[in-house]
Nanobody, 117 residues
Framework: QLVESGGGLVQAGGSLRLSCAIS????????MGWHRQAPGQQRELVAT???????SYSDSVKGRFTISRDNTKNTVDLQMNSLKPEDTAVYYC?????????????WGQGTQVTGSS
């Protein structure tokens, strides 16, 4: 349903762009988001975007990360600038919508982002 791409290793201060391809079988999408989970930590919300385009960010990434939706490509992207070592985590895409007429939160498999100091 959801396939993330774009993770990798980047030096502190660098940039990465994550992309999440959303299956065309998903519909009635209400919101989309990116979450991350660092080793030994709970999964945390990074950024969200609603179907109307409203965005919100965690305090830790505000001003550095930007979430956006590309309706043509059917993706939700996360532009990450000024990366820090503490941004190191597995990043997951989440979509709240319907799949096979079942509403709920759907998750991608995750993509690793590593920020080196």
């Amino acid at each position: 349903q959801l396939v993330e791409s774009g993770g990798g290793l980047v030096q502190a201060g660098g940039s990465l762009r994550l992309s999440c391809a959303i299956s065309r079988s998903m519909h009635s999408i209400r919101s989309m988001g990116w979450h991350r989970q660092a080793p030994g930590q709970q999964r945390e919300l990074v950024a969200t975007i609603t179907n109307s385009g409203s965005t919100s960010y965690s305090d830790s990434v505000k001003g550095r990360f930007t979430i956006s939706r590309d309706n043509t490509k059917n993706t939700v992207d996360l532009q990450m600038n000024s990366l820090k070592p503490e941004d190191t985590a597995v990043y997951y895409c989440r979509v709240n919508g319907n799949s096979s007429c079942r509403p709920g939160d759907y998750w991608g498999q995750g993509t690793q982002v590593t920020g080196s100091s």
